[in-house]
């Protein structure tokens, strides 16, 4: 014999047709005091609903339209305004509309990192700007100070005394040229610095048909009676010292 046979309901039968036992209002009217407490609230209709509802002990609010749930909103736990939509900016557009809090200079008052560094060498020891000759087109410090005269002479030194330096030439101790000397054709001396480079004629004597020229070679470690007109000839050189 079972329930069916008795007219009896089976348990989940009547766990679908009736409610636990208590003391509930009735359907058709009731009156209330005191607080009246919900887990939730839904406000609306059909596919067109508010809700609000408590999820791990924080607020939450969505609504549902046409049938569609649009999201949820949590209640941030603090007191506030809500900014409305377009008011204010996103994290992501303030991310990409501003640079990070700090210390920093305008536009155009700085030089940006490719600019400085088409515009300037790196940091170390550089001579001074300016033109500079190539090297090798220009002489040293040291090799300006053997080769040219100081402020003043400070004496002389004689290079050749003889008969007649011949155009064969003499060989010498020391480069001579951009030099000052003296040279003794016939009877008259003639005074001049010397040019910087070999083979530069330059003229000895006293009248225009009586001369000769005295030049160097040899890196100015020669020195020689180029040509000349009569019979000028050269005996003694000096090189101030």
Known sequence: MNATDVGAYKKDESDRKYQPLGNYASSTSETFTGTVRAPSIITGTGNNLSYFFQRDGV???????????????????????????????????????????????????????SESDSRYQPRGNYQPAGNYAVRG????????????????VIGWKLLYNGGGLSSDGVNINEDIRGKIVWVLANDDWNSFCLPPVDNIPMWCGNTDNNWCTFKTTNGGRKIHRAYGKGNTSIRKVYVAS
């Open 59 to 113: 607020w939450v609010w969505t609504v549902q339209q046409n049938g569609i749930w649009k999201g949820e909103i949590k209640h941030p736990s603090r007191g506030g305004v809500f900014a409305l939509q377009g008011d204010s900016y996103t994290k992501g557009e303030s991310d990409n509309k501003y640079q990070l809090k700090g210390n920093y200079v305008n536009r155009g008052e700085s030089y940006t990192k």
């Open 137 to 152: 087109e220009c002489y040293t410090k040291e090799e300006s100070d053997s080769r040219y005269l100081r402020t003043k």
